[in-house]
């Protein structure tokens, strides 16, 4: 089993800027890549980033230039850095990490096994 939990949600003018954190505990030595959702009221969970163990990033075309994810193994701490905020961001953000063993580069949220409760973020114009 692996335990998220999400900080760093806030409200920010358009513009601005915010990072969230992940802290993982658990079995985190299972898992092979993680990724940070984020659903807005009324709309399906959408992938935003996502990072495997060795480094390789991929992001939706809608934060491509703003969001930078990272990951520091020695915290067991996964991170995103927002720049550039616009209110379409406004949304409630998870990490979220994969299944034991699998190793996957993908922002499908079916593809995740464990996930945190959640941050909100709130952009204003």
């Known amino acids: 089993q692996v335990q998220l939990v999400e900080s760093g949600g806030g409200s920010v003018q358009s513009g601005g800027s915010l990072r969230l954190s992940c802290a993982a505990s658990g079995d985190t030595a299972s898992t092979h890549y993680m990724g940070w959702f984020r659903q807005a009221p009324g709309n399906k969970r959408e992938g935003v980033a996502s990072?495997?163990?060795?480094?390789?990033?991929i992001y939706a075309d809608s934060v491509k230039g703003r969001f930078a994810i990272s990951q520091d193994n020695a915290k067991n701490t996964l991170y995103l850095q927002m720049n550039s905020l616009k209110p379409e961001d406004t949304a409630m953000y998870y990490c979220?990490?994969?299944?034991?063993?699998?190793?996957?580069?993908?922002?499908?949220?079916?593809?995740?096994?464990?996930w945190g409760q959640g941050t909100q973020v709130t952009v204003s114009s």
């Open positions: 990072i495997t163990g060795d480094g390789r990033e």
């Open positions: 979220a990490a994969g299944p034991p063993g699998l190793r996957l580069e993908t922002l499908l949220p079916e593809w995740y096994k464990y």
